[in-house]
């Protein structure tokens, strides 16, 4: 299976708002709403800050949040902050019952 | 509360089988959770490599099917991940999760970092 395509690198001032695009196909993020995101800082483990496309976890700033359009999911940061500096990695459910992630974004608040 | 750790040999000689458990504390690894093994690369990204339900079989990343094995010890209360014929490219931090009512990876463990040498 093919890992979904993400952006490799995104950054932004703080304040600002900066989007991330996860792109699937119809085997994936097109079939399913079961699009989630993690972050994870540089040596931490990974850490689910969306789920179901658009829900937050109890915990999580409603500065992140959650899409789907098509085959594309997205992940956007608004107010961005310099804790927000890390990787991101998007993740779908498959048609084939498995999941796959994302190729990973780095970003940077400038 | 749901929490895991993982526990193996942190090298394995190339064309070896790397062997690693999944200790489950606070339910049941009979619960109505998916247990899943993940794995990271140094410097790159994550890379999903199977779960598993209690009552079975359990799913592969196709890529690695032909190698893997995934299992669940009900008697330990812990589940485990085989690997073998590896190469350099199978190492990596190998992460253990779980998912419950949702499709996310809600619990992580802290991370095995399995090297592949000689």
């Known amino acids: 299976q093919s890992a979904l395509t993400q952006p490799a690198s995104v950054s932004g001032s703080p304040g600002q708002s900066i989007t991330i695009s996860c792109t699937g196909t119809?085997?994936?993020?097109?079939?399913?709403?079961?699009v989630s995101w993690y972050q994870q800082h540089p040596g931490k483990v990974p850490q689910f800050i969306i789920y179901?496309?658009?829900k937050r976890p109890s915990g999580v700033s409603n500065r992140f949040s959650g899409s789907k359009s098509g085959n594309t999911a997205s992940l956007t940061i608004s107010g961005l902050q310099p804790e927000d500096e890390a990787d991101y990695f998007c993740s779908s459910y498959t048609t084939h019952n498995t999941l796959v992630f994302g190729t990973g974004t780095k970003v940077s608040v400038l | 509360q749901v929490r895991l750790q993982e526990s193996g040999p942190g090298l394995v000689k190339p064309s070896g089988t790397l062997s690693l458990t999944c200790a489950v504390s606070?339910?049941?690894?009979?619960?109505?959770?998916?247990w899943t093994w993940v794995r990271q690369p140094p410097g790159k990204g994550l890379e999903w490599i199977g779960e598993?339900?209690?009552?079975?079989?359990?799913e592969y990343n196709p890529s690695l099917k032909s190698r893997l094995t995934i299992s669940v010890d009900k008697s330990k209360n812990q589940f485990s991940l085989i690997l073998t014929s590896v190469t350099a490219a199978d190492t990596a931090v190998y992460y253990c999760a779980s998912r419950g009512d949702y499709v996310v990876l809600d619990v992580w463990g802290q991370g095995s970092n399995v090297i592949v040498s000689s």
């Open positions: 598993i339900y209690h009552t079975g079989p359990p």
């Open positions: 179901d496309v658009n």
């Open positions: 119809s085997s994936d993020v097109g079939t399913y709403t079961y």
């Open positions: 606070g339910v049941s690894v009979t619960s109505t959770h998916w």
